[in-house]
């Protein structure tokens, strides 16, 4: 048998020796922490398995191949495959060391309710920040492991140092990551959106649903998803309802005649809203806003507590108004008036002028 290959063998079967004392050893410990209702440390047990599982094996394999004679290209390849291992661990550990924190710290918000707004902010930073956090980890840990080879050894220089024409085509082909995470980084500092914000984007209607590291899901009213780029809230404009509050006004609007009784239907504009629960009962108004040659428009303002009770109120409102012109208002509804004026024939009009019929000419008769 050759001898990489006796290696191979003895190393992997104390790894497997190990992984499974490891597995053993985290089933306890997890039963205990549950038991107690430790759940933060239960979350920084789960966060940490991974990890800790390589570092076990990479331990293992460590102390089993000091007590075996290598041959010197044999032992160059495992350490280099070692070093290697050795980074993945380390880069793996400062992730997981990131997420654990993030974790933790928003354990004590809950996002779930419409108007917590703190809670929101917070996750959306965090959120943000931890994926910015891992992106830049990642790129250490791979310029890192390149420079353990002598023939790729600029490569990870240039990674660090960002220099030589091998820095700068990574440079190049880094940009979009590079301003993505960027834009991540002010979007997470100046909150522009957080999730769960009721937005306007190309005209489209919405929700953030997910905010990664380089673009933003919208879940659009009908269900749909709208795929952004992160730089496209930081460069173009558009609408966030839920910016300070989620509280918002809606206008219905509709037209009636000129013999409708305004004051009328602002008292059952008014019933109306307060007999409905969506009404957050701050703002209720009808007012005259426009007057045409066949119609006056009216306008009816509520308010809501979101965006998409508003909605639902203002369909209420809107629907119930125009029963309400219809069945007690009749007359009220627009009309289009027409004056009729009954003229006489010729004939009739010369006969009671005292003209004889024949002095018409003919084609004025006819």
């Known amino acids: 048998m050759p001898p990489w290959l006796t290696v191979t063998l003895i190393v992997t079967a104390v790894a497997v020796v190990a992984l499974?004392?490891?597995r053993l050893v985290y089933a306890l410990l997890e039963r205990r922490l549950k038991r107690s209702q430790r759940f933060a440390w239960l979350l920084i047990l789960q966060k940490s398995r991974g990890p800790s599982a390589l570092a076990v094996i990479l331990f293992a394999a460590v102390a089993v191949l000091r007590l075996m004679p290598l041959e010197a290209g044999l032992a160059q390849t495992l350490i280099r495959i070692l070093q290697i291992t050795v980074i993945a661990l380390l880069t793996w550990i400062a992730t997981r060391v990131t997420d654990i924190f993030g974790a933790v710290y928003l354990r004590s918000f809950q996002k779930d309710t419409t108007d917590d707004f703190t809670a929101r902010k917070q996750v959306t930073q965090i959120r943000i920040l931890k994926r910015a956090a891992a992106t830049v980890i990642t790129v250490i840990g791979v310029a890192a492991a390149l420079m353990t080879f002598e023939s790729v050894r600029q490569y990870g220089v240039s990674l660090f140092a960002s220099a030589g024409v091998a820095g700068l085509a990574i440079g190049l082909a880094a940009r979009p990551l590079l301003s993505s995470m960027i834009a991540g980084i002010q979007i997470a500092l100046?909150?522009?959106?957080?999730?769960?914000d009721v937005v306007i984007v190309e005209g489209e209607y919405g929700t953030v649903e997910e905010i990664t590291s380089t673009y933003v899901v919208i879940k659009l009213w009908d269900w749909r998803r709208m795929v952004i780029p992160?730089?496209?809230?930081?460069?173009k404009p558009f609408q966030n309802w839920t910016r300070d509050s989620a509280e918002l006004i809606g206008a219905v609007t509709f037209n009636v005649d000129y013999s409708a009784d305004v004051e009328r239907i602002r008292s059952k504009l008014e019933q109306i809203v307060q007999d409905h629960p969506l009404w957050d009962k701050k703002v209720v108004n009808l007012?005259?806003?426009?007057?045409?040659?066949?119609?006056?428009?009216?306008?009816?303002?509520v308010s809501a507590a979101t965006a998409s009770t508003l909605w639902d109120l203002r369909c209420a409102v809107r629907e119930q108004l125009i029963t309400f012109v219809r069945d007690d208002?009749?007359?009220?509804?627009?009309?289009?008036?027409?004056?009729?004026v009954e003229t006489k024939p010729v004939a009739i009009r010369a006969a009671d002028a005292g003209v004889s019929i024949s002095a018409i000419p003919q084609h004025a008769a006819e």
């Open 20 to 22: 499974l004392l490891h």
């Open 190 to 196: 100046t909150q522009p959106i957080r999730l769960q």
């Open 230 to 235: 992160l730089s496209y809230f930081i460069e």
């Open 287 to 301: 007012q005259v806003i426009d007057a045409t040659e066949r119609s006056i428009q009216l306008r009816a303002l």
């Open 329 to 340: 208002m009749a007359r009220a509804l627009p009309r289009s008036r027409q004056q009729v």
